[in-house]
């Protein structure tokens, strides 16, 4: 009994709870990370991608086979089932580059499934063939069920784990690479031999535009923002034209319709018009900027995605993580030792052509062959007799002569012994020389061999997989300024609430629930609090609005009455930051404190205001004015100047005269980069701004508009050419190309035209025509240049000779002859000297 006690301990012990979490979990783990999840560094494929490849190999006859055969081929090395190895199959054949399709394969924009395996169509493309199969070069083993062989890597000689980017979750790990360029991957591969650096950031089938600023080169804790095309169709109507990768077009549309449902965005619908190409059109709602539509879309749907990549491939039967660097840096390494395991089978190969054609030579040349007619005793003396009749000629040749050798040379036609065949072998003796001195040519020069194999890939694939992703710097949107007023708030005065449940109470204005809110009380606290359904501010609001942080502009002009003395002070104040929900007291904290007046001010103007005293106050003039401009702007904390000792009448301060604004005009500067008005000093200083000036856009397409000071407003920066603060009385002077004629025109004219935001064009209309030069100088010198060397013409024109002020509409005068080396550029008057004629 002890005995099997402890036998049956024993056995408990290997395969109880413990012991399965000890071995057996283990076990697993690891083989779902380097036989399932993660692919090899080798070849970039996974088992299941790399077994289906093979067993293409196997049925490849040039024609395309039936997915599900080559889903029943692939079964006999994948032990998985038929499900995952199609969608495997179909996951390779919609990256369009090792596997050539034929029927519908379905669509990774729109999210379709492919037809069933039954009715589509797949075979091995071309460059698959030449890069990924090489009998010679392979590595073999056993399939799991022992009956067939099947590769451990197959001989890649591409980045092909870069080129297609890879997905996969394991146990404990899981891996994200991202798709590259062809194009570009190649080329980073020849600069690494060429010892130069290189860049790679991510290129995606679906297109859209990327912001690789934190890619931090595919490495664990980078990231990448990716954005969808949106154009603007005009006022009412958004077009986005691609999808961010990962996303379709059905998740888009249905995170657009949440965010409208959430009062994010407010649109009136959203129709998908896919076809070809992407296209899903949205109709904006009454009154709604096209301009904070489009930011507000990248801000809460899936119009803009972030992307973390994590690079983690099998490197010697172990999960490593890589950046995108190493991992080419290891195909290429990869691919140069491939390159030279196949030239030194090629010169193996040759060597042994010419060893065996030497003999044959020498064996009907030399009458050798007639040994085979002389009487020996057994066919052993035979061959010991030949091999001896080639003693005289064993120099001639590059290793030793085998029985093997002999044997095949026995075994060929006498027909050889005429001289027209002697002559055949010698030729055949002089060209593989020639192509044995060729390969060792490559062989020493290997990097120069790699780099050609490279370029010849680039050369005969590399057409139509130019780069579909645009790489971009995206703005910092935030979402306060993008959201649209999606509730309604409302005010108790009395009691001191504001909040968007108080419906029986007055409705102060619409905004959004992402707003903050600045109020004061008559008590003379001031809060900043969020958007909610009922705060306390203070009884007696006074003022309530949404509050920008960071606004200097605006400016609270304030009269109010000491509790604890009595005495009314004036002060005029910003305020800029806050803590939330924090009290401030604008009027020293005493219960008899008061606010007599407040007036808010967006661009610091000063009023003068009537103030009346109490009539029982023994003040000899008991009424005055109070000039606000006579104040300095100080500190919300600050008490302020004395206006006067005595009190104050109930409601006795009062507006006399408005004033003028006490501050400069806004500055405003453009940036080229995000195509955006800003007052941070970025980009191009465009001067003052008084509260109605206009700035004045012309774009490359011909177009002008006239739009105001809105910094959420976003402008073509690829197509704006001329951007300035707008005068109407200025002269504005345009050069731009007539293609019909082919020519250059110029005109001069003045803006007659008000409407804000409309585009009007100043170009003769005309397939290719656009804009190539505009200024507002009041006499505007062109410095011109046409030809190359010697042929060069040189000019500066006085365009005011040239061009008289026209309407608008006008054509314009001619130029000079259109001609694509032509270079152009305003230079101011002083510095041109007398302008040469420009014929």
Not at 70 to 91: E, F, K, R, T
């Amino acid at each position: 009994m002890a005995k099997s006690k402890k036998i049956f301990q024993i056995e408990n012990n290997e395969t109880g709870l413990h012991g399965q979490y000890k071995t057996w979990f283990l076990d697993y783990a690891s083989y779902v990370i380097l036989e399932r999840a993660v692919p090899a560094v080798e070849d970039g494929l996974k088992p299941v991608q790399r077994r289906i490849l093979h067993a293409m190999k196997e049925m490849d006859d040039g024609r395309y086979n039936k997915v599900a055969n080559i889903i029943g081929q692939a079964m006999q090395y994948h032990p998985h089932g038929d499900a995952s190895i199609g969608d495997a199959l179909v996951n390779m054949g919609q990256k369009d580059l090792l596997i050539d399709t034929q029927g519908n394969w379905g669509d990774v924009r729109t999210g379709d499934d492919a037809a069933a395996a039954r009715y589509i169509e797949a075979r091995l493309s071309k460059f698959a063939l030449e890069v990924a199969f090489n009998n010679k070069t392979t590595e073999w083993q056993l399939s799991y069920d022992g009956r067939k062989n099947e590769p451990v890597t197959l001989p890649m000689k591409f980045p092909l784990l870069l080129a297609q980017g890879a997905d996969g979750i394991a146990v404990g790990l899981s891996t994200k690479i991202l798709p590259h360029n062809f194009c570009e991957l190649i080329d980073a591969a020849i600069k690494y031999l060429r010892g130069k650096r290189f860049e790679l950031v991510p290129d995606f089938l679906t297109g859209g535009m990327i912001d690789v600023t934190d890619y931090n080169h595919g490495k664990r804790g980078g990231k990448v923002k990716v954005r969808a095309h949106i154009e603007e169709v005009d006022k009412k109507i958004l077009a986005i034209k691609s999808v961010p990768y990962g996303v379709t077009t059905t998740q888009l549309m249905e995170s657009i319709v949440k965010a409208n449902d959430q009062g994010k965005i407010r649109i009136k619908k959203v129709t998908d018009n896919t076809a070809a190409e992407v296209e899903i059109q949205i109709d904006l709602a009454q009154g709604i900027s096209p301009d904070i539509t489009i930011d507000a879309l990248y801000k809460f749907t899936d119009c803009e995605i972030s992307i973390s990549p994590n690079a983690c491939v099998i490197v010697d039967d172990k999960p490593q993580f890589l950046g995108v660097q190493d991992l080419l840096r290891l195909s290429v390494d990869k691919t140069k030792d491939l390159l030279e395991k196949e030239l030194q089978i090629k010169l193996n190969e040759l060597q042994e052509k010419w060893h065996y054609t030497s003999l044959e030579k020498i064996f009907f040349e030399e009458k050798i062959y007639k040994e085979l007619e002389k009487k020996h005793e057994t066919w052993e003396k035979v061959l010991d007799a030949i091999d001896k009749a080639f003693i005289p000629f064993k120099k001639q040749l590059k290793r030793a002569i085998t029985k093997e050798d002999i044997i095949k040379l026995t075994e060929k036609p006498v027909r050889r012994i005429y001289k027209l065949d002697i002559d055949e072998l010698n030729d055949q003796i002089k060209g593989l020389e020639a192509e044995i001195k060729q390969v060792k040519n490559d062989l020493a020069n290997l990097v120069d061999f790699a780099v050609t194999y490279y370029e010849n890939l680039l050369k005969k694939y590399g057409k139509g997989k130019e780069r579909k992703t645009d790489i971009k710097q995206f703005e910092v949107i935030e979402a306060k300024q993008v959201a649209i007023a999606n509730t309604r708030l409302y005010v108790n005065r009395e009691e001191g609430f504001i909040g968007t449940g108080l419906r029986k109470d007055d409705f102060l204005f619409e905004c959004s629930d992402l707003d903050d809110i600045i109020a004061f009380s008559k008590t003379g606290v001031m809060k900043v609090v969020k958007v909610a359904d009922k705060t306390f501010i203070g009884k007696d609001i006074l003022h309530v609005a949404v509050f920008q942080k960071n606004d200097e502009r605006t400016t609270y002009n304030m009269i109010y009455m000491d509790g604890s003395n009595g005495k009314s002070y004036a002060k005029r104040f910003n305020v800029t930051g806050v803590t939330r929900d924090k009290e401030y007291f604008l009027a020293k904290e005493h219960e008899k404190s008061k606010v007599h007046y407040l007036s808010i001010n967006p661009n610091a103007e000063a009023e003068i205001v009537r103030v009346i005293l109490t009539p029982g106050c023994k003040a000899h003039k008991k009424e005055f004015e109070y000039n606000f401009a006579e104040l300095e702007i100080t500190g919300r904390g600050s008490k302020g100047i004395t206006v006067t000792k005595y009190p104050i009448k109930a409601d006795g301060v009062k507006l006399k005269e408005a004033g003028a604004s006490t501050i400069a005009g806004k500055k405003l500067w453009y940036d080229d980069q995000f195509g955006r008005l800003n007052t941070d000093e970025k980009g191009t200083y465009l001067g003052m701004f008084d509260g109605d000036d206009k700035i004045l856009v012309v774009y490359n397409d011909g177009n002008y508009e006239i739009t105001d000071q809105e910094l959420t407003q976003k402008l073509d920066s690829e197509k704006v050419i001329f951007i300035e603060k707008f005068n109407p009385e200025k002269i504005v002077t345009v050069v731009y190309t007539d293609m019909e004629k082919r020519q250059f025109m110029v005109k001069r004219f003045r803006i007659e035209t008000t409407t804000l935001k409309n585009k009007f064009s100043v170009i003769k209309e005309g397939e290719g025509n656009y804009a190539e030069a505009v200024t507002t100088d009041e006499e505007p010198v062109l410095a011109m240049q046409q030809g190359r060397g010697a042929q060069v013409r040189k000019g500066k024109l006085k365009i005011a000779k040239i061009a008289e002020v026209t309407g608008w509409r006008t054509v314009g005068s001619k130029l000079a002859d259109y001609s694509k080396s032509t270079e152009m550029e305003w230079v101011r008057s002083k510095e041109s000297s007398q302008p040469e004629l420009f014929q």
